[in-house]
């Protein structure tokens, strides 16, 4: 079966970090770009953080920006998410998606089930 796992998700105070991974299974990751997506309580899903799959070329939203930081090992067919600085407004399930593709483009072929990040004292 063709799937994405997260896990790391948790509960964090602000200030913390968490770590989130994205495992493949089913398939390799090495020929596919990797998102990172949030979506929060009554609020639209939006783009976190993307990597090529050609170069290692990265992308932040300008919320996450120098506080995220995507890095992938295709040797354990796996896409991380590290996060610094988490800030109550980071509170949400996040989501890997791959598509075989050099760049992080729509729409991707595959999704993961999410893992819950909270933020909060």
């Known amino acids: 079966q063709l799937q994405l796992v997260e896990s790391g998700g948790g509960l964090v105070q602000p200030g913390g970090s968490l770590r989130l991974s994205c495992t493949a299974s089913?398939?390799?990751?090495?020929?596919?770009?990797i998102g990172w997506f949030r979506q929060a309580p009554g609020k639209e899903r939006e783009g976190v953080s993307c990597?090529?799959?050609?170069?290692?070329?990265?992308f932040y939203a300008d919320s996450v920006k120098g506080r995220f930081t995507i890095s992938r090992d295709n040797a354990k067919n796996t896409v991380y998410l590290q996060m610094n600085s988490l800030k109550p407004e980071d509170t949400a399930v996040y989501y890997c998606?791959?598509?075989?593709?050099?760049?992080?483009?729509?729409?991707?072929?595959?999704w993961g089930q999410g893992t819950q990040v909270t933020v909060s004292s």
């Open positions: 998606a791959a598509v075989r593709a050099a760049f992080c483009i729509i729409p991707y072929d595959y």
């Open positions: 089913g398939f390799t990751l090495d020929y596919y770009a």
């Open positions: 990597i090529s799959s050609s170069d290692g070329n990265t």
